[in-house]
């Protein structure tokens, strides 16, 4: 599906506000209701947009420790590769897992409750895992900036 600028406006209108009704999303987009449900529809089918979520402040839900973690494998045998990815997946602590270049090969942001919980996943699941040859952890001391909102 080819993109328009009608289609970047729904976007970006979206991206701000996830829960306005079709009626107000058309009314900002300037279209019809059934035109903008359409697009929208559109959007969803073809995979552009994904989801609909709320923003949670991790610090005021009780997530008030987070790090990003470097992982570098020992082993890069399809079968290794596809167990990491798929355990660290599954956690729920793991909020967003990158294969990268460099020294490491798989950086992972991470919240949990506080350091013991956070030394809870190392221990119990991490360090656990085949193939793992060293974990750096970097504390996140301050959050400057985070957004799920892409430049559309």
């Known amino acids: 599906m080819e993109i328009n600028e009608q289609d970047r406006r729904l976007l970006r209108l979206l991206q701000r506000d996830g829960r306005m009704s079709n009626q107000d999303l058309a009314d900002r987009a300037g ?61 729920a602590e793991v909020l967003e897992l990158f294969c990268t270049t460099g020294e490491a090969d798989y950086h992972l942001r991470v919240v949990c409750e ?24 970097n504390l996140i001391l301050r959050e400057i900036k985070a957004t799920s909102v892409l430049p559309i």
């Not at 973690?69 to 599954?90: G, P």
């Not at 919980?117 to 060293?134: D, H, M, V």
């Open 31 to 91: 279209l019809s209701a059934s035109a903008c449900w359409r697009r929208v529809k559109a959007l969803e089918e073809a995979g552009i947009i994904s989801g609909y979520v709320a923003e949670v402040n991790a610090e005021r839900a009780g997530l008030g420790f987070g790090a990003i973690v470097q992982v570098r494998l020992s082993r890069h045998d399809t079968a290794h590769l596809d167990q990491f990815i798929e355990a660290v997946s599954r956690r």
């Open 114 to 137: 506080d350091k013991n919980a956070y030394n809870n996943f190392l221990e119990t699941f991490l360090f656990r895992l085949p193939g793992i040859a060293q974990v750096r952890t």
